[in-house]
């Protein structure tokens, strides 16, 4: 079974505290992606990167960076976690072609940002 | 901005009726998605149709896509109890890797 695996399923952590959310794809994929899942606003992509060592910013990247030293790992850094980055983490991987490959979900990371 | 917003936000229909739910974009796209999500889980993918496609079908599921008016629609025939959760629609400008997804349609199917 092909695998997208989220370090942490719930993450309790205080305001100022630099936070680390690890994904880990076993599908050799190209792409991964970053997306928070907040009640009425759905998925808003955070980052996303088509290559080790490149990124690109999505529509909220303010807050947030990001770190893919290996194709199977991309990992989501909060420098200094604040109460409005409560959420859900989803982290998502998809290979590469022209458009409109399936992207597989990892379960998720509720985190609190206290 | 979100890309894409569902309508309805919300839907609620008994066991074997058909669920229909819609999603608009803005901004003009080689592809939407369709995805499903169970409480608090990861999404899983539907079914995918592109700009160039008007309809497509796959078990009780019937896609369709007006790239005049940026909409699409998903239609769940025959719905049962396991149908039961949220839907999103994602779109990408293709040959680009950004996906975006709409603010979903949370669809409750009473047996």
């Known amino acids: 079974d092909v695998k997208v695996t989220q370090s942490s399923r719930y993450l309790v952590k205080r305001t100022g505290e630099k936070v680390f959310l690890e994904c880990v794809q076993d599908m050799d994929h190209e792409n991964m992606f970053w997306y928070r899942q907040d009640p009425g606003l759905g998925l808003r992509l955070i980052y996303f990167?088509?290559?080790?060592?490149?990124?690109e910013k999505g529509d909220i990247p303010e807050g947030y960076s990001v770190s893919r030293e290996k194709k199977e790992r991309f990992s989501l850094i909060l420098e200094s976690a604040s109460t409005n980055q409560t959420s859900m983490y989803l982290c998502?991987?998809?290979?590469?072609?022209?458009?409109?490959?399936?992207?597989?979900f990892g379960s998720g990371t509720q985190l609190s940002v206290l | 901005s979100q890309q894409g917003e569902e309508d309805p936000q919300a839907l609620s229909i008994q066991e074997g009726e058909n669920a229909t739910m819609n999603c608009s974009y803005k901004?003009?796209?080689?592809?939407l998605q369709w995805y499903r999500q169970n409480s608090g889980r990861g999404l899983v993918h539907l079914i995918l149709i592109r700009s160039n496609e008007r309809e497509k079908h796959s078990g009780r599921l019937r896609v369709t896509l007006d790239t005049s008016k940026k909409s699409s629609s998903l239609l769940i025939t025959a719905s049962r109890a396991a149908d039961t959760a949220s839907y999103f629609c994602a779109t990408d400008i293709g040959g680009y890797q950004k996906v975006t997804f709409g603010t979903g349609t949370k669809l409750q199917v009473i047996p």
């Open positions: 990167s088509y290559d080790v060592k490149m990124k």
């Open positions: 901004t003009s796209i080689n592809n």
């Open positions: 998502a991987s998809s290979s590469h072609g022209t458009g409109g490959e399936k992207l597989f």
